[in-house]
């Protein structure tokens, strides 16, 4: 499996912040805008609600992290689909957070941020640290609780003609959709899979063609599901 690599920049917020707040251990908060630079990397570059990209403009995205993965350390990353925008950092849930878990994002680039509406930035949070190659995601979402809207994950296909996704213990796969208009560096396909408000966790498998001809799938459990 491919891995993308983003790198964001702020200071540190200092030690353990209390339950309900996870702690940044990047310092700095590194992010990057860089309108000439070309971006590959990984096959899964989101997963989170679809109103996520508009709070992190507000810094005020969370996670559950009732269903604790990765020994409570958190590797968020973030990518315009353009690939101009692009940032990671890491976090530390308090042992004693439990629902859900806010993500300082400290951006400096908040006017950049704002140019990027829905479906045009990814957040990808991944259980444990930011070296670890984990393939268990928290659902990145907004950190007001309530939030309802469709789980959705954004794939760069590496020239995959057709993408699909599998829910495990499902024999149907459903179709991902190709994203036609503007500039796609990092990512081309967006997936919608319906699962259960409820879900503490849940196994999904990408699967991949080109013109026909299988490409390698990738496998992914998505953590913290249900609020």
Not at 47 to 72: K, Q
């Amino acid at each position: 499996m491919h891995r993308i690599v983003f790198l964001f920049a702020f200071p540190l917020a200092a030690a353990a912040q209390g339950p309900g707040t996870a702690s940044l251990l990047s310092n700095p908060f590194a992010e990057s805008y860089q309108p000439e630079v070309s971006v590959s990397g990984n096959v899964i570059v989101g997963i989170m609600l679809g109103a996520a990209s508009a709070a992190v403009v507000e810094d005020a995205i969370a996670v559950n992290a009732t269903a604790r993965r990765g020994e409570g350390f958190i590797c968020l990353e973030a990518a315009s689909r353009d690939g101009i925008y692009t940032s990671k950092n890491e976090y530390q849930v308090p042992s004693e957070a439990a629902g859900l878990v806010r993500l300082p994002y400290r951006s400096q680039l908040g006017d950049v941020l704002r140019e990027y509406a829905s479906e045009r930035l990814a957040l990808l949070a991944s259980a444990g640290r930011c070296d670890s190659g984990s393939s268990d995601y928290y659902l990145v979402r907004p950190s007001s609780p309530g939030a309802t809207e469709d789980v959705v994950i954004f794939i760069n296909s590496f020239g995959a003609t057709d993408v699909f996704y599998a829910l495990d213990g499902d024999a149907d796969v459903s179709a991902c959709e190709y994203i036609s208009q503007g500039r796609r560096t990092t990512y081309d396909f967006v997936c919608r899979p319906r699962i259960s408000s409820t879900a503490e966790t849940i196994d999904i498998t990408i699967l991949r063609e080109r013109f026909g001809r299988e490409q390698p799938s990738v496998g992914l459990t998505i953590i913290g599901a249900g609020e």
